[in-house]
């Protein structure tokens, strides 16, 4: 089991940064594929970036891509989202999720289901 715990969200305007991070702790982190996700206000679930459990692949949503960086520290057991150029539409709840089911997967996945474990959220708002 993998226990995450996200936080850096708050309150931005439009054309700042935010960088958010997902502390894990207990299954051995650095064996797995990890992801971001987001869900805004009467919206699904949607995914935002994933990276490699190595941290050689990267994959991101076509909104993020060119604004938004995925990297991970598998010393410190931590994976980031560097988000530069916020807009108001990336106002949403971010979750971070493990995908725990492919040992030392170098494909990064996007779809919801495939990931197993995930956080409690962080809250990022900006505003125009």
């Known amino acids: 089991q993998i226990q995450l715990v996200e936080s850096g969200g708050g309150l931005v305007q439009a054309g700042g940064s935010l960088r958010l991070s997902c502390a894990a702790s207990?299954?051995?982190?650095?064996?797995?594929?990890m992801g971001w996700f987001r869900q805004a206000p009467g919206k699904e679930r949607e995914f935002v970036a994933a990276i490699s459990w190595s941290g050689v692949n990267e994959i991101y949503a076509d909104s993020v891509k060119g604004r938004f960086s995925i990297s991970r520290d598998n010393v410190k057991n931590t994976v980031y989202l560097q988000m530069n150029s916020l807009k108001p539409e990336d106002t949403a709840v971010y979750y971070c999720?493990?995908?725990?089911?492919?040992?030392?997967?170098?494909?990064?996945?996007?779809?919801?289901?495939?990931?197993?474990?995930w956080g409690q959220g962080t809250q990022v708002a900006v505003s125009s």
């Open positions: 207990g299954r051995t982190f650095s064996n797995y594929a």
């Open positions: 999720a493990a995908d725990v089911r492919v040992y030392r997967s170098y494909l990064p996945r996007y779809r919801r289901d495939q990931y197993d474990y």
